[in-house]
């Protein structure tokens, strides 16, 4: 049987070692059905843009995984009728480590679902000539089925980096199971997005084990977790130009998010101020390309100011859109999501083991 690859990740505590794991920066399914006018109609669903490689089983099966950490399974998505078709497929006839677990699984993400068994293989982060974390005994899902969702994403399946409490099944996932196997320094990793480069070049570092200290500056500050599922905190207040609140939200950092989401009130205030408009069609809000735009984020008492560079994202024909969009909760989850804007300007520092999140400058801006 084949299947293509979807895995989640989280850490525990021990000593090891640090693992760099480059990305690939790839078009996001927003930014190319943007371009073609076709967003509007798929607004409620997540883009993705950046994958990794990773490998499965004795025999080297190279796999492009999209690393979100707000993922929240523990699986390999497969292959099933045309949804597939383009997907690089595990192929467990061909390791000698591959076990049989039986046990089956479902999974709903958003618009993403999927459904198949548990199996268990050696997991390697990274691809054959990259520095590579070897994971044996690890658990992961091969799917049966899955939502046409993933005709539009360029990857072969999410590596969700989320907390256990959110793994399908409880099912350990794999940094978790390489920590309680001493193959990490610390119980944490770090994230650098770069701006913006070529198709399938350079997209930033997954750093395992250790904080990047190769491109990102000194850790400014660490912010408790309220919320050891995601990785969600408090933030104090926000402040663009003459608008300010300071009422304070439960947020998320995301790296599976292109924009930053907030609530809808606050969101409109800030396009109002910085002179974007909002687009119907596109579903997005537009700004002048060459806008002086800024925003502050109140963390901790500490003020992180994300600049126009991460702010607006250039589109096709001369036209730019506001990275930013309104958040429904619906009463439930964090009221803020920070995604690339925020990730891009600051290195996130995803502390597992102690609950808490860092931020350092990008040494890029």
């Not at 974390?133 to 989320?162: E, I, W």
Request: charged residues 15%; glycine residues 10%.
């Amino acid at each position: 049987m084949r299947t293509a690859l979807l895995l989640a990740l989280v850490v525990g505590v021990c000593s090891g070692e640090v693992y760099r794991q480059p990305l690939i920066r790839r078009v996001s399914s927003m930014t190319r059905m943007i371009n073609k006018g076709t967003w509007g109609d798929f607004v409620r669903r997540r883009d993705h843009e950046r994958v990794n490689i990773n490998q499965f089983g004795s025999y080297p099966q190279k796999v492009y995984d999209y690393q979100d950490i707000e993922y929240i399974a523990n699986i390999t998505i497969g292959c099933h009728a045309s949804v597939c078709n383009n997907k690089t497929k595990f192929d467990q006839k061909q390791s000698s480590t591959y076990q049989v677990n039986g046990q089956t699984w479902n999974l709903g993400f958003v618009a993403a679902t999927a459904s198949g068994f548990l199996g268990i293989d050696t997991l390697r982060f990274g691809g054959t000539t990259e520095q590579q974390l070897t994971v044996p005994v690890t658990t992961f899902g091969q799917a049966t089925s899955m939502s046409t969702y993933y005709d539009y994403q360029d990857f072969d399946g999410p590596l969700g980096l989320a907390f256990q409490a959110l793994a399908t099944d409880n099912v350990m996932p794999p940094l978790i199971n390489a920590i309680n196997q001493g193959l990490l320094d610390a119980p944490l990793f770090s994230v650098y997005l770069m701006h913006n480069g070529a198709q399938n070049g350079n997209g930033g570092v997954f750093t395992y084990g250790g904080v990047d200290n190769i491109n990102c500056g000194d850790v400014i500050a660490y912010q408790p977790l309220s919320s050891a599922t995601y990785f969600q905190f408090k933030m104090d207040g926000i402040k663009t130009g003459s608008y300010s609140n300071n009422k304070g939200w439960q947020v998320n950092s995301d790296t599976g998010t292109s924009f930053i989401g907030g609530t809808p009130a606050d969101v409109k205030a800030i396009a109002k101020e910085l002179g974007a408009v909002w687009d119907e069609m596109d579903q997005l809000y537009t700004i002048d390309c060459k806008a002086q735009a800024w925003l502050t984020l109140t963390i901790g008492g500490r003020d992180y100011t994300i600049s126009a560079a991460n702010l607006i994202v250039p589109g096709d024909k001369n036209n730019c859109w506001l990275a930013l969009f309104e958040l429904s909760f619906g009463g439930f989850g964090p009221e803020w999501i920070l995604g690339y804007p925020f990730i891009r300007e600051f290195c996130n520092i995803y502390d597992i083991g102690q609950k808490r999140i860092g931020f350092a400058l990008s040494k890029q801006i």
